[in-house]
Every structure is written in C-alpha cells, then in structure tokens.
C-alpha cells in the first residue's frame, strides 16, 4: 500500500528565536537552516523579514537549500490595501519559496486586539494570500488561536481557515498558540476541520504548556492533518514548541505512523539526529539534557545489573527502538549496582578486549565499588572510568610525574587601589628524567593550577595543545564522618571530542588536580602518546 506524504515544517529559526536567552545571529540562521536541510525538512521558516535587521538580511539574498525556505509575516493591516502596508511589502519582497502569514481566527482576538470587525479580517486573509501567490509563492496561513477561538466560535475560525484556502493557500496550519489545548480536544476539532478543508492541505503548530506539543502534533495526524510545525529541542517561548527531535523518530519508527506515512527525513538521515540535537545545544551554549528522548545521554542508559545481562543478550527486552537509529548509542552505568556484564559491556564500548572470565574484571568492580563509596561517580565521567579500567588491567604508560605542586591564593590591592584576589601555582613536573618547572597566575586557584599543568609537559605539550576545559562542577558530599568534595571536569579537544573527569578529596584543589590529571592523561592515551 502507498504511503501517504506527511510534510515537516520547522520554526526554530522564527517561533524558536522567542526562547529566553535565545538570540541568533545570521550566520548561526544560516548554520541551523543547513542542518535542518541535511536532516531532509520540507520548510523551514527563516523569520520575520522587516521586523529585525537579522531576518530581513537572511532573506535579501537566495539561499540556495533543498527545502522550501520560508518568510514569517502579518497579513495586511485591517483598513489598508496590499499595496500600502510596509509590512507586507517587505514580506512580498523577501527572497523566500513560501510566506508563511499569521492571522487572528478567534473571533474575540479580532475584536479585542485587532480591534476590526470579523468580515475585515477575512478580507485582510483573502488580499493576502492573494498577493502572495501573485508574486508567485507558496502560501502558508497560521491560524493563531485556532482551537481556543474554534471552541468560542466555530464557525468563525473556520471561515478564516476556509478563506485562505479558498483563496489558493497551499497550507492552512491551525495553531495552538497557547498551548493549552489536550490530545483528545485537538483531534476531535481537527476532524471537523478536514471535513471543510482536505487534510493533504491541514497542518499542525502546537505548543507545550501542556507538555502535550508531541502528543497533540500526533493526535492532529490521526484526525486527518498532514503538516507537522515545530522545533528542534522544542525550542520556543514559554514551555516550547512541539519537539521535532522527538516526532521525527516517532514518526520513522513507530508503526502506527511509518506503515502509513512517509516523511522527508531518510533513515540515514535519521541517523544524524541526536548530533543536530546536540549541535543546536553547543550553538545555545547549553548542556545537552540527558533525558531527553531518542537522543539523550541516558535515553538508552541502563543501571541495575540484571537489566544490562538481559539487554547485552537482547536489546529489544529493554529498548523501545534500537538508538544507533538516531545517530545514539547504548549506555550501560557503571555504578554501584553494577554487576559484571555492566563492567564488560562498557569494557568493549571503549575498545578494552578482555575475557570474559579474566579475573582482573572482578578486581576492577571491587574497585570501582571502593571508590564510588568514598564518592566517586564513573557514570558521570567515562574518561575517569576509561583510566581506571586500563590502569586495573596494566595498560596506562607512566608519562610523566608531578612531584609536587603549590598553590598561592593572595587578597590585595592592585595598582589602581582596587581590592583583588590573585591565585598562583607552581608545578613541578618530571618528564624523561627532566624536571620542568612552570607557573601561572588563573582566576581562581584551578584555572592557576590548571594552566600551569599544561604549560610545559616536555614532549607531550604537542598532544594536549588542543586540550581545553569546557566546564567545572563542584559538589560537596555529606558522607560519613566529614564533608568531600567530587569536582568533575569536562573537558575538549581540537577534534571536538568531550570527556569528563572526576576527583574525590576532602579539600577541593586535590579533588580538583585529580580530575585535571585524569583528562590530561586520557587525552594522551587517546592520541597515542609514547611513553
Ligand atoms: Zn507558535
């Protein structure tokens, strides 16, 4: 049986620039826009070209992509023409294959906000579209408030819908602008929708404050629409926009939808889907969240021992999809309730062969078992555990000895009279049977510290000159007798490849040495350093 086309529209670029703290530059536009292109998106929506010097550079000029680049705008203003409204002209004017208009469909929003009558608005809908096509576009109309205005006043919304498609609008997309709206309500009204309008001309834009945005999207598709807005990382104002990151995976893999529908997206293509994710994240300057489905870090994490046999025998016992699917991967904790098969799992994860009945395998859970009761967490940080594994089983060189280190924290009055705190460390490392000396003044007494680490390391110093610390978490623990402190380090190289260490100590500067170690080692072993 053929499967029927579903079209995926993304607004990242336009719903999800209203994020807080969200503001992209164009040449970050440009670098999402390619993205979504890759990943095989019908339309993506650039933003609002007039309204920022931002979109209305984006859309001076072609911009070449696969997908069908679309502009953001009002219709005309009520009691203008089309050819006196700078609004519209700017849009008209814009450099995209589809406009995408927004326009009131409730009745009171008209009244209230617009403050025109209901038969202005439909008029503003009609010339609109109209221009549009005339300039040859294709034409999208978003429905603002479409359900909440469909359940005061159906038969308005729904003639602002009928309008523009009427009028030769490709998509009429109903909005559920404040995203209050359920499941159940969103499929029940966009079956009546369908029964006035063909679903192949239907879409979807619904919004999280339910956190229903993916639910109702879907519930949308089952009543008949065939158009799916929303955002990568469901990025967008308030709680977000409906999460394209996780419906795209729904969509291929589950089989209510994939047996019926097809979508842009190709399986390979799906596979680059947790790295858009992240790279979005990395653009955002946010931690990725771990949780996240399909393409979290623990979206495929399994802890308790007895799940990790079960799935190293079988994953589908506990996996829903396979997640090398959408570019993740298989995560087994190791942890304290790690059993062996945890241990052996991640041991051929990192490339460590090792019999399965070698006896070392029980000596390094014994210590990761030691160690996590004195604080250390490894599922944190996988270079740590990386080390830990090839120093039990004898494979980590001995590249080279701190022999000891010092650290000056000084509070005094600078030069122009301003109190300031200076931290100095002086390391003395031996390399080669070479004792090399360095020191650096930091921020802090870790920046000092680590700085000068990493200032002269002899022959390795061309190894870790790439080598960066991207974050620093501290945590004090309440365990037993005293406080310690766990400090974990994330850190970066010139191939982009992250990795985090972890130190454990009642005072936080040996915590934290420990952890600046560990990362300075494991970019050594990865790189293939000599001893
Ligand atoms: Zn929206």
Redesign the pocket.
Known sequence: MARERLYLFD?TLR?GA?TNGVDFTLSDKLAIAGMLDGLGIDYVEGGYPGANPTDTELFAQERKLATTFTAFGMTRRPGRSTSNDPGLAALLEAKADAICFVAKSWDYHVRVALETTPEENLASIRDSVRAAKAKGREVLL?CEHFFDGYKADPSFALACAKAAYDEGARWVVL?D?NGGTLPHEVEQIVAEVVKVIPGSHVGI?A?NDTEQAVANSLAAVRAGARQI?GTLNGL??RCG?ANLVSIIPTLKLKGEFADRFEIGVSDAQLKALAHASHTLDEMLNRAPNRHAPYVGDSAFATKAGIHASAIVKEPATYEHVPPESVGNRRKLLVSDQAGKSNVLAELERIGLTVDKDDARIARLLDVVKEREAIGYAYEAADASFDLLARRVLGKVPDYFDVEKFDVNIEQRDNAVGQRVTVSLAVVKVKVDGETLISAAEGIGPVNALDLALRKDLGKYQGYIKGLELTDYRVRILNGGTEAVTRVLIESQDETGERWTTIGVSPNIIDASFQALMDSIIYKLVKSGAPA
């Open positions: 607004t719903d209203q978003d909005c602008t834009h919004h807005q967008g104002e926009n």
